[in-house]
């Protein structure tokens, strides 16, 4: 996205959070897939849906690189990468996608888990608004000054 | 009966030593203008591109770049107050 540049400082921590809460929002987009793949025993590409997992990397946000000697920064998601633990094994010899023992293979997805990062990720965005209406609330403080 | 100065406001030492500003308050004020305008132009394009689906554009994004050009839109009307309050206060000096 390409930012306005203007010499207020205010904007610096509006978009840090910003990109905190665009993270924040992969984090819930991915986990809703995880929970709505919950069953999902012939993903794309053939076997059981795997739980996908959000990687978060620190990142300049264009415009403030020399901010603070380079310390501000914010986060961008770097990728999304696959859960490598194997699948849920469950012995079901009449549905369509048993093998040869009669077992599916299942996503290896634990609702709980993918509830537990739900609420992470809620809280976390709420913390991002936080930040952010504290921010507008000093930038309109700062322009109070005097009345 | 002589009537003696006040001390110290013959000369006032520090007043030829103050150094001029860089930028006058105009250009401040047409820069912040030009601020709000640039940051509005954000705030109108990013909602068009909401409306229009655009996945890369979430709505709290929306909401900060109102809320920025909001503040914007508030410093250049805030310096506008502060240059027609001490040109007031100038007009209005007694003589």
């Known amino acids: ?147 | 009966m002589s009537i003696g100065k006040i001390h110290g406001v013959e000369s006032l030492p520090g007043l030829s030593q103050v150094e001029k500003p860089q930028t006058n308050l105009g250009e401040s004020f047409s820069k912040a203008l030009t601020d709000a305008h640039a940051l509005d132009n954000d705030a109108t394009q990013q909602a068009e591109r909401f409306a229009n689906h655009d996945p890369s554009v979430g709505i709290h994004e929306v909401v900060i770049a109102s809320e920025k050009a909001s503040i914007a839109v508030r410093y250049a009307v805030t310096l506008k107050n502060k240059a027609l309050e001490a040109y007031h206060e100038l007009m209005n000096t007694q003589v």
């Open chain 1, 1 to 147: 996205m390409p930012r306005v540049n203007t010499n207020m400082d205010f904007f610096t921590a509006m978009e840090v959070s910003a990109s905190g809460l665009s993270a924040q929002r992969a984090r819930m987009n991915v986990a809703s897939s995880n929970l709505a793949n919950a069953q999902t025993t012939a993903a794309a590409g053939g076997g059981p849906y795997k739980r996908k997992d959000v990687v978060l990397s620190s990142a300049d946000i264009p415009g403030t690189e020399g901010e603070l000697g380079g310390a501000v920064k914010g986060v961008e998601v770097s990728s999304i990468k696959e859960d490598t633990a194997p699948p849920r094994l469950e012995y079901d010899p009449g549905h369509p996608q048993a093998n040869a023992q009669g077992y599916v293979a299942y996503p290896n997805v634990n609702p709980v888990e993918e509830m537990v990062d739900m609420i992470t990720a809620s809280r976390a965005y709420e913390a991002g608004i936080t930040t952010m209406s504290t921010a507008v609330n000093m930038a309109e403080k700062a322009l109070g000054i005097g009345k």
